[in-house]
């Protein structure tokens, strides 16, 4: 917070001022004094302009009357703000009180007792009553209309204060002799407030002042000290109630004359003098405290005796009756405000919460986001993110992570610029001090300071998030103390000892850059750490005490703001001679400006900053200021020429609309003159101007005015000189271009002259170039009336787009019926049925199942089957058979298959699966489609086992077993497939199939023998594939294994087969001639099979990877098709051999 004194004002005839009171909701000053002085003055502080707006308006008074009525001292002036009216008493007793009436002030009612005089009035918070005490003892409580509510005679009392608590149930009369005594509404004593501020405490002493915050604009804490009493000793005490037995207690160390609260009850003013002990008069001084008794700011005042003071309603002003003048002064809050990417964070307190109420307000999109914060510390900002330093709640159990500092004490909140909270950090230190760099967060208390660095989820992989919990031990937090000297090396642990650890020299201010960390101590010592490894680089002594530091963009020099508002610099860097010869490191510079209290360096220039000087802003460059601008803005942001600034003053006046006016934009002097150049005398002079003072945002303003002239080689030079790369392709495309018109069109939508632009092309007659540019911006409203303004063959797509565009404008807002009628014409049924469905239209939803083509995607039979069983409809099954017909009727056999499997009756569509197989392998396929024919069928009949399973598996109840249930799965499987007997061999064909394959690929591969003893197999699948094929192939593979025997009896079989046409039988028999002339058809290895097959019972499985037959006990079988693998082949396989599916 800051203040300094702004405008005095000089009561006529030099009257004594005695009191002083501040309407806080009309803005009427009342001022009475001696001679019965009594006027109602006003500032007018209104202006059109929004920068003048605030403390920068002129501040001439706007009403000056002379209130005539009273003839003594007028010593008490009290406002009933509710009910516009002014009540005011003498020193003779008269009270009267004053209305508005068409602008100026009237006597409505006269009270005299002409017993005693009136010591104190006060009304309470609503305005209904009046408590008036008197010198002798004697209290009267009345209402609004004047009429008498309750009198009280306090025998032996001299009273001289009156204070109401917030809900007007209690009273509190302070005594001459310092007592304080609590009545109830109704004059009911109750006790004696215990003054702990007094305790040894001797000599006369009276009360200055008793201020009860009525909570009107909320607590800045909850349980927040809100009654101050405060006593002409300078001892001051703040309870959070009457009865409050550990008040916060204050030494102001002068003699108090007046108190009062802001509007907000976070600061109390104190006012009084103090004895000098150089000088005869006292020094007249207001103290600034919070309500926890930390001293904030003191304000000197001129004059020799101050008797009042009074508060402004918004809190940015203070009035001080002093002698014979009202002194003004101008108070800049120490606002809880930042700003991060276009995002104005601000926080204010509201009477109906107990939290701040914190918003982050996008001045872009005018949008804002809303959180609420317990017990909130401060605001810091940088870059995108924001940090919330708030206490941490005690009833609220910590996050797993933060196990390691359980019953930490506050909270570190990262969030990003919508108030998302990304990452909160328990600490067991103040945060005081905090500042952010865009990798980390400092926060300091008076003895330690905590560094953090931070990581945001956009920039974290995978593993990273994952180990977010283990990151506190990777030392990405550390604590140093202030007197300890880091080396850099990873030496920093989070060991909250150190923070216990006192200091004699306190710490007072902290700023960091990305590579420099400042930390400023109370007795002008200044530290100087590297970023991010910590090490102690530099001590600098400066002879003031910092309250607010700000390091340059290149950290070369720091800007120190005093606790006075004195503005210094200090150049880090430089090397001078001091005058013992010493070479030392950092200079004070000369510069130097009173009554500063804001400042902002530029973040692309070390030698630009701006600077907040009362109600002036002033930018300098190189230590050299340009002229003043009259405004009375928080500075956000410096970039690119121009200074962004924030009106917080009238913001917070109705904090819930904040409004786009309130945030105003400063060009520079360069940026003006140059404009201001290339407007008068041309781009050619101005460019040389802007080459002697070089900025990519001058180079910028020359390229874009160079556009606009459609000179395009100066515009690509600049855009080159700003390393825009946009820019250059941009200058490029438009060399390209022939029309002119078309360059001026361009350069518009570059602009953002949208409008002009599209008039531009549509008086080229290019529509398209203008449908392109809105689509471009996604105002399909417009793309749309575009479309209808002209035909042609491309339009119909555009125009289904845009309507479906539009649809989902009004379906992104919940706006169904209006989504409706346009996805109606963009013929998007399924975000139609998706608005009939929120519309709960469900004739709609009718109509448009009716109106779908067959096998839509939004009709899935699968769902509509499931549904049919549960509601038990019986007519699905009909529906659904009708429908297959109807696809088969049309050959669509395979959309028939995927109805019956959406819809579960795998056992229909296996039939038609097998059919598919049959006629593939009549019309002598490639075998291996035919193979994967048969394995789909079968895999389809494998799933009808499974559902046939499952459903008895519902059926059966009770302890039944599995194999109960199993066993009667399959007799009702018996039953079903009674009338076709596929279930029961349904992998033969596949099987069938496979074989064939996997011995033409072992002969020809040299496994001859291999490749016989599969083909032999063959012999059991003739109603498969034809004999002629099988013995044809088992012949071949006999006779290259030179098994004549059973080459022979192949060819037996194949003469003797009834299929064969006379020639090719007589082929057969000469071919036979051939081979068994030369060789005995005679089988003379007896393999080990045959014997085998001899002495054993029953069939052996065979391996579907080798073709033989397996003799192991252990193999491997498959999942799904339940055939066998030898246990030492399967290694070699990925998935079965035969189906396909994965080896588990």
């Known amino acids: 917070m800051f203040i300094y004194l702004s405008k005095k004002i000089a009561i006529p005839g030099n009257v004594r001022l005695r009191c002083i009171s501040w309407n806080k909701d009309q803005g009427f000053i009342a001022c009475g004094g001696e001679d019965g002085l009594l006027k109602v003055l006003k500032l007018e502080t209104q202006t059109d302009e929004a920068k003048l707006k605030g403390l920068a308006a002129p501040s001439n008074l706007s009403m000056n009357q002379t209130l005539e009525g009273h003839s003594g001292s007028v010593q008490v002036v009290t406002w009933n703000e509710q009910y516009q009216k002014l009540t005011t008493s003498d020193q003779n007793g008269l009270i009267i009180v004053w209305m508005l009436y068409k602008g100026a002030w009237y006597e409505e009612m006269i009270n005299n007792r002409n017993k005693s005089v009136v010591r104190s009035m006060s009304w309470n918070a609503d305005g209904q009553k009046i408590c008036i005490v008197y010198e002798d003892g004697a209290v009267i409580v009345g209402s609004v209309d004047g009429n008498r509510i309750w009198g009280k005679d306090l025998k032996g009392s001299q009273l001289c204060h009156v204070a109401w608590s917030s809900d007007s149930k209690i009273l509190l009369f302070g005594m001459a002799n310092g007592e304080i005594h609590i009545y109830d509404n109704q004059g009911n004593f109750i006790m004696k407030m215990k003054l702990n501020c007094l305790v040894n405490v001797t000599g006369a002493f009276s009360i200055a002042g008793i201020h009860w915050y009525p909570g009107t604009e909320g607590y800045t804490e909850q349980d927040c000290p809100c009654l101050a009493i405060c006593f002409d000793n300078g001892r001051c005490q703040i309870m959070r109630h009457e009865n409050d037995q550990n008040p916060v207690l204050i030494d102001t160390g002068m003699n108090v004359v007046s108190i009062q609260w802001n509007h907000c009850g976070s600061v109390l003013a104190v006012a009084g003098f103090q004895k000098a002990t150089t000088q005869d008069k006292d020094v007249n001084l207001v103290q600034f405290y919070t309500p926890f008794g930390e001293h904030l700011r003191t304000l000197k005042v001129p004059g020799k005796q101050m008797s009042a003071l009074s508060w402004e309603g918004g809190g940015l002003k203070i009035g001080l009756a002093v002698d014979s003048f009202i002194y003004f002064a101008n108070i800049r809050p120490d606002y809880k405000w930042g700003y991060c990417s276009n995002t104005v964070v601000y926080a204010y307190t509201r009477p109906d919460r107990p939290e701040y109420c914190v918003v982050f307000w996008d001045t872009k999109n005018n949008e804002k986001y809303v959180k609420y914060v317990k017990s909130l510390i401060s605001i810091t900002t940088c870059g995108d993110f924001c940090i919330l330093a708030t206490k941490a709640d005690e009833n609220q159990p910590q996050e797993e992570h933060e196990t390691e500092s359980i019953g930490a004490t506050y909270v570190l909140v990262l969030c990003n610029s919508i108030g998302t909270p990304l990452d909160p950090k328990y600490i067991d230190i103040g945060p005081l001090f905090v500042t952010m760099t865009k ?499 079968a895999l389809l009949v494998e799933q009808y086992h499974e559902q046939v399973k499952n459903a008895q598996r519902g059926k059966v109840k009770g302890k039944s077993s599995e194999a109960t249930s199993a066993l009667a799965g399959l007799l009702e499987e018996d039953v079903l497939s009674s009338a076709n007997r596929l279930t029961d061999n349904a992998w033969r064909g596949a099987e069938a199939y496979h074989f064939f394959i996997l011995a033409q690929r072992q002969l020809y591969e040299g496994y001859v023998d291999t490749a016989m003893k599969t083909a032999l197999h063959l012999r059991d699948y003739e109603d498969i594939i034809p004999a002629v094929e099988i013995y044809s192939l088992l012949a071949l593979c006999a006779c290259a294994n030179r098994a004549f025997g059973t080459c022979s009896k192949a060819f037996v079989k194949l003469e003797s087969l009834e299929t064969l046409s006379p020639e090719q039988r007589q082929q057969y028999e000469d071919l036979a001639l051939e081979i068994f002339t030369k060789h005995c058809p005679k089988h003379t290895k007896k393999s080990d099979l045959d014997g085998l097959l001899e002495g054993g019972e029953g069939k052996l499985p065979t391996c579907v990877a080798t073709g033989r037959s397996i003799t192991e006990y252990q193999f491997w079988m498959c999942n799904v098709c339940k055939h066998c693998v030898q246990a030492q082949e399967i290694s070699n396989y990925n998935f079965c051999p035969l189906c396909h599916s994965s080896v588990t």
């Not at 950092?586 to 400042?599: A, I, N, P, T, Y």
């Not at 970039?639 to 409004?659: A, G």
């Not at 490029?732 to 409008?755: D, H, I, P, T, W």
């Not at 899935?860 to 089957?865: F, L």
């Open 439 to 937: 990798t980390h967060v400092i926060a300091a208390s008076k003895e330690a300071f905590y560094i953090w660095q931070y990581r945001v989820a956009k920039k974290l992989t995978a593993m990273e998030i994952n180990q977010v919990a283990r990151t506190r031990k990777e030392g990405r937090e550390r604590i140093y103390h202030i007197d300890d000297i880091p080396s850099g090396a990873a030496d920093g642990v989070l060991d909250y000892s150190k923070a216990i650890q006192g200091t004699r020299d306190p710490i007072c201010a902290i700023t960091a850059s990305d590579k420099t960390l400042i930390v400023g101590r109370e007795s002008g010592t200044i530290q100087r750490y590297s970023l991010p490894n910590v090490g102690l680089l530099q001590k600098y002594v400066l002879n003031c005490r910092a309250y607010q530091m700000s390091l340059n963009c290149n950290s070369s020099r720091l800007a120190i703001i005093d606790l006075s508002g004195v503005l210094t610099f200090f150049d880090l860097d430089t090397r001078v001679t001091d005058s013992t010869g010493q070479q030392i490191v950092g200079e004070q510079l000369k510069l130097e400006r009173k009554d500063v209290w804001d400042m902002k360096w530029a973040k692309d220039n070390p030698d630009l900053f701006a600077m907040m000087e009362k109600t002036r802003m002033y930018v300098f460059r190189n230590l050299d200021p340009e002229e003043p601008i009259q405004t009375s803005g928080y500075i956000c942001n410096f970039e690119d020429l121009e200074i962004k600034s924030v009106l917080l003053d009238e913001i917070l006046k109705n904090p819930e609309h904040p409004n786009k006016e309130y945030i105003i934009n400063f060009e520079i002097r360069s940026l003006r003159d140059s404009r201001a150049l290339i407007e008068e005398v041309g781009i050619e002079e101005s460019s040389q101007f802007i080459e002697d003072n070089p900025h990519p945002r001058l180079w910028r303003l020359l390229a874009e005015a160079a556009l606009q002239k459609l000179d395009l080689q100066t515009a690509e030079q600049a855009f080159v000189r700003c390393k825009d790369y946009q820019g250059i392709k941009f200058v490029k495309c438009l060399g390209n271009l022939q029309s002119e018109s078309m360059k001026q069109a361009e350069v518009a939508a570059y602009f953002g002259r949208f409008e002009e632009a599209e008039r531009m092309y549509l008086d080229m007659d290019r529509r398209d170039l203008a449908i392109g540019l809105r689509i471009k911006l996604g105002d399909w409203f417009r793309v749309l009336q575009l479309l209808k303004t002209g035909s042609g063959d491309a339009d119909d797509t555009l125009l289904e787009q845009a309507h479906n565009a539009i649809g989902d404008y009004f379906a992104d807002r919940q706006k169904w019926i209006n989504a409706v009628q346009y996805y109606v014409q963009g013929r998007n049924q399924e975000r139609l049925a998706e608005c009939y469905y929120m519309l709960e239209d469900y004739q709609g939803l009718e109509n448009l199942a009716n109106s779908l083509p067959e096998n839509n995607k939004l009709l899935p039979w699968n769902k509509a089957v499931e549904l049919a069983k549960n509601h038990n409809m019986k007519e699905i099954g009909s529906l659904l058979a009708r429908y297959a017909s109807h696809l088969l009727e049309k050959n669509k056999i395979l959309d028939a298959i995927e109805l019956y499997r959406k819809a579960n009756y795998f056992f229909d569509a296996a039939k038609l699966m097998f059919k598919i197989a049959d006629e593939e392998a009549k019309k002598r396929t490639k075998p291996f489609r035919v193979k994967k024919l048969y394995v789909l069928s």
